[in-house]
Structure formats: C-alpha cells, structure tokens
C-alpha cells in the first residue's frame, strides 16, 4: 500500500476517532443539564438578619415521583453567599463537606433517600459575620444532576 494512503487512511481514522469523542461529550453535557425528573425544591431564608445573628436556611425537597426513591446526593451552596456567612451545622447532618473549585460552591454530601410522594427538609444553621449583601446558587444535586435556586440575605 502506498505511503499516501497509509497516511490518508490512518487521517480519516483519527477524524472518526475525534468526531465519535465529540459526539459523547455533547451526549454526556446534554444528559446532565437537564434537571432531575420528579423534582422540586424550596428555599427559604431570611431577607435581612443582623451580624453576629444564627438563623436556618431550609432547603426543601419534593418528590414527586410515584413509584420511585429519589436520592439526594449532595447540597452545594455558592461560595458568594457563603462568604457573609458560618456554617455552625446542618439537619440531617452531613457526612462530607468538600470545596468544589470549578463550581465555585461548597459540596455538603447528605446522600438521603426521599420516598415516593415524600418531602425532605435539610436545615442549615448559619451565622451571619460580615455586613453587606449576600447571594448564590443553591444547588440539590441527584447524581450528575441538579436543580438550583438562587438565596439572598441581607446582613446589617
């Protein structure tokens, strides 16, 4: 065989190669941008709290499927809303707390399992300790997917 069609072959080969590898990426990022089926979830805080001052953060979760468990991985909080703010503790307690870089986020690893039907409420005691505007991303994380809300406090 000559040299030029070794080379043009092994070309096309390595072009295939790069297009089947683009096509899983794109598969993969399309799979786990969507939100988690049979979710919703609720946030509540308070608008405006005094320095020093605890309060709850209750993150809720509804399942909404009827004949499956939904398992929620893990909470992450956005490190913008975090920065006004201590994490003193968390109920259900959480089993892992991690810094995830690329998010930007602290990951509180829960891993608990909601029934069909069901609603779980996670409650974070946070004190507030610097003045000034506090939001970010809250996201409730089932696997690869999530779905977010957005929280803002106010710290006076």
Known sequence: MPAKKIIALGCGTCLLLFLAAVAVVVLFVFHVAQDPTGMQIAIEAPATVARGQEFQLAVMVINDRTDETLEVG?????????????????????????????????????????????????????????????????????????MTMVVETVVE
């Open 74 to 146: 893990s909470i992450d909080i956005a490190d913008e809303y975090l920065a006004g703010f201590t994490v003193v503790s968390t109920e259900p307690s959480f089993t892992t707390s991690t810094q995830v870089p690329v998010d930007e986020s602290r990951s509180y690893e829960f891993k608990q399992r909601i029934p069909p039907g069901a609603t779980n409420q996670f409650m974070f005691k946070l004190r507030a300790r610097k003045a000034g505007v506090f939001s970010g991303e809250v996201d409730v994380c089932e696997g690869m997917r999530f």
